[in-house]
């Protein structure tokens, strides 16, 4: 094994070992350079950083209330790169939610989505619900991808939502991880509520 796998299993060691109902696991996932990692740390730090460092992996934590109620949330940043492939898939068996994103800027990473990622997230974690992101749709002048197609692409992927989003300007960070954390929330409650058995009247 590894040093980089090894490490990456400790740290989620003690996640997992949690009680299950408090702890969020959302994993970011899509084609390099796509803003994934700046994604995060806006959402996380709210601040913009626009150096690009390719991530292998990494994983930050926060504390957020939902419904008055403390929620651990882990939140994995991962590679794109295909020499990363079983490091990353490592990540998708404790994910929750997928934040699946695309450049509106790069054709490839928006065409990967159907052909690579989405079968790959499916095959590795079927019942984690996934939210399709655009990304920099501050770069309006260079955008390739327009928001109808994110919306079909996203229906027929079977995304939990679509939403374009910008780091840089900061617009609609919180709405999309929102949407992940929303979408684990309602999968829970669903699957606990008892089934409904019909009654004569």
Do not use: H
Request: charged share 25%; glycine share 4%; proline share 3%.
């Amino acid at each position: 094994m590894t040093n980089l796998r090894y490490n990456w299993l400790l740290k989620v060691r003690s996640s997992v070992t949690r009680p299950k109902e408090k702890i969020i696991r959302i994993t970011v996932v899509g084609d390099g350079a796509t803003g994934k990692t700046c994604l995060l740390i806006v959402y996380k730090d709210k601040k913009y950083d626009d150096r690009y460092i390719p991530t292998i992996f990494d994983e930050y934590s926060m504390t957020i209330p939902i419904n008055y109620e403390p929620y651990t949330i882990i939140l994995s940043d991962t590679a794109g790169q295909e020499e990363f492939d079983k490091l990353r898939q490592l990540a998708y068996r404790f994910a929750d939610a997928f934040i699946l994103c695309y450049s509106i800027t790069e054709r490839s990473s928006f065409d990967n989505i159907q052909y690579i990622w989405a079968p790959e997230l499916k095959r590795f974690r079927s019942r984690a619900s996934i939210i399709l992101v655009a990304t920099k749709i501050d770069l309006l002048a260079n955008r390739v991808v327009t928001t109808e197609e994110g919306e079909a692409l996203a229906r027929e992927i079977g995304a939990a939502g679509f939403i374009e989003t910008s780091a840089k300007k900061q617009w609609n960070i919180d709405a999309a991880f929102q949407m992940a954390l929303w979408s684990v929330v309602s999968n829970r409650r669903a699957s606990s509520r008892p089934k409904s058995q019909c009654s004569l009247l």
